[in-house]
């Protein structure tokens, strides 16, 4: 496994200096001069001989002054040293401007992945055990009504209910403003300002992984070793949760590692639908204020995100599956 695991780096490290070099060259494609718009809203009642020798100064502290090769090597080996540019919109470092909502989506996009497989295994296990009868039906019908809603959608029938009409959770922000308490009434605090939007992200994913689950259950159990570990008298807990469910994980640990990785793409809508403070918002609003270096630097997260998720995988794979081998 060694072997292939460094294999696999080798070549994760090919595609991330491939699409990084994509990436640098879309956005420098794109409409519109960073330089200028740092110099935005200091024109007025300025000389042109002033403001031009500012806005030279400013492609030269951008490094817009270099030939595009020479700006993506600077940028991309300033990237690999921690350095990942300066932003024109916050005018300030942009490790300090992306540090802090990292954080904040980390922490919304653990929670709403531990709450959703500690709802959704259980229940497709027992929806598979249980086929067909009133409780799969009905667990069914939701699923398919919870996969098809868009997540904006549930976000703002939530917000109706239970921030308007119930104002039981608030509807922005990550904690009260001026909250003063111990670290665990903190604590407390976040956790009920991540309640709404973690709410959202686990009923827009509850229903496609809740079907996953079962219809991989259900395969397992139709199986001929199942059927003959019941004739031998295995306990049926045992028959399920040992032999059925353990099969079971090879096309669940695929699907939920996809998922996993889609997560932390899927949260820029809600940050925005909440004013959650993460990646998602800073990386819409990099977008709208054209400040590529925020941009590419969150670009490039959601390339590691996506390069480490299919890695864990197939280790996955390996470990529920001893079958497989990884050459």
């Known amino acids: 496994m060694a072997k292939y695991i460094t294999k696999r780096l080798l070549y994760m490290v090919f595609v991330f200096f491939i699409l990084s070099i994509l990436m640098f060259g879309i956005y420098k494609m794109v409409p519109g001069d960073p330089a200028r718009l ?9 000389k042109p001989e002033v403001y031009e020798m500012q806005y030279q ?6 490094g817009l002054d270099k030939p595009i090769p020479v700006q993506y090597g600077v940028w991309i080996t300033n990237m690999l040293k921690g350095d ?10 942009v490790i300090d401007v ?20 500690a709802i959704t295994i259980p229940l497709g296990i027992i929806c598979a055990v249980k086929k067909r009868s009133a409780f799969d039906n009905t667990i069914q019908v939701f699923s398919v009504v919870g996969y098809s809603l868009p997540e904006f959608i549930i976000a703002l029938v939530l917000i109706c209910l239970l921030a308007v009409k119930v104002s039981a959770f608030p509807v922005s922000g990550v904690s009260t403003p001026g909250f003063d308490g111990t670290a665990f009434q903190k604590m407390l605090d976040e956790l009920w300002h991540m309640a709404l939007p973690t709410l959202v992200m686990v009923l827009g994913s509850v229903g496609s ?9 259900i395969e397992s ?10 004739a031998k008298g295995v306990r049926e807990r045992v028959v399920i949760y040992s032999h059925a469910f353990r099969n079971a994980l090879l096309p669940i640990v695929t699907i939920v590692t996809g998922w996993v990785v889609s997560v932390f793409s899927g949260s820029v ?21 054209q400040d590529f270096m925020v941009v590419l630097a969150m670009q490039m997260f959601y390339v590691i995100i996506a390069l480490l998720g299919n890695l864990i995988m197939d280790i996955a794979y390996c470990m529920v599956d001893p079958r497989v081998k990884l050459d």
């Not at 100064?57 to 951008?62: M, P, S, Y």
């Not at 159990?221 to 059927?227: A, E, H, K, N, T």
């Open 38 to 46: 740092l110099l935005e809203g200091s024109r007025q009642g300025m």
């Open 57 to 62: 100064q400013a492609r030269k502290t951008l």
């Open 84 to 93: 990942f540019g300066y932003s024109s919109t916050y005018r300030k470092d």
């Open 98 to 117: 992306v540090s802090e909502p990292l954080k904040n989506t980390i922490q919304l996009n653990i929670v709403a992945i531990i709450v959703v497989f």
């Open 209 to 217: 992984i809740t079907r996953y689950v079962r219809a991989a259950m």
């Open 221 to 230: 159990l139709s199986m001929d070793y199942i059927r003959t570990a019941r």
């Open 269 to 289: 809508i809600i940050e925005n639908i909440f004013l959650w403070p993460g990646i998602g918002k800073v990386l819409f609003d990099g977008l709208m204020q």
